[in-house]
């Protein structure tokens, strides 16, 4: 029979057992796989996701130098020795990129990392929807929290800010988001949020966040800023926090 490891509360030791664990009459298999890991502090990893018609990478993969979040968050994760992951993603495929985005996910457990998603904009909203599937934290900077009514705006051809790449949005594009915003929505599950606002945002309604996840989020506001978030240095001491905390 396969070997399983059993915590001793009593002992605070791991115990090696070769038979079922027997607890007040009940058999307790080996089907659960237990890793010295679960014991330990885990290794973090950030899946950071950026905003609609944005990136992270340039063409040739590579970190966009003009970004000050990526930059920050870079070094911040070089520093504490966090895994920093942040790919680019295309929203006009809402599926795809949450399926793509689980896998790495599982990936990353996999390998004994305990995973964060962190995104602005539409990033802060897709961070958001993967830690209700996965039980994970969210940080949210700037988040859009109603794509369907702030996207309509984009329908047509137009040109990533970042990669200069052609491309065309639908009303379709839009339509998709109907279903993750209701399931969002009818969630019961209890979602670790911490949101970072710039109450200066000239895209999004800041007021309007505040108010919906007043109670449902830890909030840190920051007076001015933009959209694009002035304050990533400042509330780096907060997501050292949830990182490790």
């Not at 009459?25 to 609609?52: E, N, P, V």
């Not at 940080?139 to 984009?154: G, K, R, V």
């Not at 065309?168 to 339509?175: G, I, L, T, V």
Request: charged share 25%; glycine share 6%; hydrophobic share 35%.
């Amino acid at each position: 029979m396969s070997e399983c490891l059993v915590f001793s509360l009593r002992k605070k030791t791991l115990r090696k057992h070769t038979r079922p664990y027997r607890y007040h009459g009940l058999k307790i298999f080996t089907s659960l796989k237990l890793r010295f890991q679960d014991f330990q502090r885990m290794k973090k990893a950030i899946i950071y996701l950026h905003g609609f018609n944005s990136a992270s990478l340039d063409l040739d993969d590579n970190l966009l130098t003009n970004k000050e979040k990526l930059l920050v968050m870079q070094a911040f994760c070089l520093q504490k020795d966090v895994l920093f992951y942040t790919p680019n993603v295309d929203y006009r495929d809402f599926e795809g990129m949450v399926e793509d985005m689980l896998f790495q996910w599982n990936q990353y457990l996999d390998q004994g990392y305990d995973v964060v998603f962190m995104g602005s904009s539409m990033g802060g909203f897709a961070s958001e929807y993967l830690a209700m599937k996965t039980g994970s934290k969210a940080i949210m900077i700037n988040p859009a929290i109603s794509p369907t009514e702030l996207l309509p705006e984009f329908i047509g051809v137009a040109a990533n800010y970042e990669t200069g790449l052609p491309y065309s949005w639908s009303q379709e594009n839009c339509e998709q988001y109907n279903e993750y915003e209701k399931e969002l929505a009818s969630s019961h599950q209890t979602i670790d949020r911490t949101i970072f606002l710039d109450m200066g945002d000239e895209l999004l309604d800041s007021e309007n966040t505040l108010s919906k996840y007043n109670e449902k989020a830890n909030i840190v506001t920051y007076s001015g800023g933009s959209h694009s978030f002035e304050h990533i240095r400042q509330a780096l001491p907060i997501i050292d926090q949830v990182l490790f905390n």
